[in-house]
């Protein structure tokens, strides 16, 4: 992968999206004491959009998010809102709610009280205050919970009730730190499309920091990926999977499989890649020369494993199963041949029972297409 050099990003944005700059971060720079946390960061994000930043612990997502929220000062660049230069607002001034991953819900008061709070503190009337939380509680569906303390509820109606609350100052901006990372694996992911609801039923833009890979790739109708500070790519959730910018973006999203190799031939509509344990036949041209080194990234569902022995000298090797996982819905394979890594293969079971099964020990081919590689230049 390409060194990162210590020099200004680009501001990134998708192509079709409307209304881009509702949400300006330029040239962002955070410092803790000579360690930098956000490395020159530039991102422009849409009204109403749902906008993830991805990357693992300690590079930088949640340091920005909080930066966004008024909890830390840039060291340098710029945070403009709807045209509104935040630099020097506190956190009460901005027209921002942030939802913890705690959820941070207070146990003495009813979920009723909860989502009302902030709006007491605002001083507004309190026929609006009714008016408010009755929506809220009905948006949630959570009326018949209204008198509930949190500890009464279950874990999904709590991250609602946290939502409720900070939609019910109705924020020009919503941020989000870790949303679901306190629910179990299947509450989570009843929880994501409900949650994507209903923001996009209230309208308001959304910000979210997860390190969950299909949570951000299921809720955010764009993702950041960030790493070390730094914005690796931005793209709808398609592109950041199938068209990966660097050997870092196709590793960290998902499964591949990397395999290195050296560009043998270079042709407009094709390519050829010698990877040494295997040969592959890349249906498009790129921007490279011969004799290039590049890594080739393989989807571990694009291939297919069986024991007979596929046509043709390219996108195929043969190797003993080393393991297997059986998931229900599809099984992943491991392949190890003669020679290099250890392939994934992930097959989908469509039929209940399978009367050549492959298992343990089994010599088997595996073969993919010649549109399944994206081959990485970085």
Sequence with gaps: MAALIDTPAPSVQAAGVRNPSFLQIQDVVKDFGGQRAVNHVSLDIAKGEIFALLGSSGCGKTTLLRMLAGFETPSSGRIVLDGQDLAGLPPYERPINMMFQSYALFPHLSVWENIAFGLKRDRLPRAEIDERVAAM???????????????????????????????????????????????????????????????????????????????????????????????????????????????????????????????????PDHVVIDCGHCSHYVGHGITGTEGMAVTVAVRPEKIRISRDTPPGPHNRLQGTIKDLSYFGSFTVYHLQPAQGPVLKISQSNTERWRSEALTWGDTAWASWPDTAQVVLTQ
């Design 137 to 267: 509680l009905k948006l949630v569906q959570l009326e018949a919970y209204a008198k509930r303390k949190p500890h009464q509820l279950s874990g999904g109606q709590q991250q609602r009730v946290a939502l409720a609350r900070s939609l019910a100052k109705r924020p020009q901006l919503l941020l989000l730190d870790e949303p679901l990372g306190a629910l179990d694996k299947k509450l989570r992911e009843e929880t994501q499309i409900e949650l994507v609801n209903i923001i996009e039923e209230v309208g308001v833009t959304c910000v979210m920091v997860t390190h969950d890979q299909e949570e951000a790739m299921t809720m955010a109708s764009r993702i950041a990926v960030m790493s070390e500070g730094r914005i690796l790519q931005v793209g709808e959730p398609s592109d950041i999977y199938e068209t990966p910018a660097s050997r870092f973006v196709a590793d960290f999203i998902g499964n591949v499989n990397l395999m290195d190799g050296t560009l043998v031939q270079d042709h």
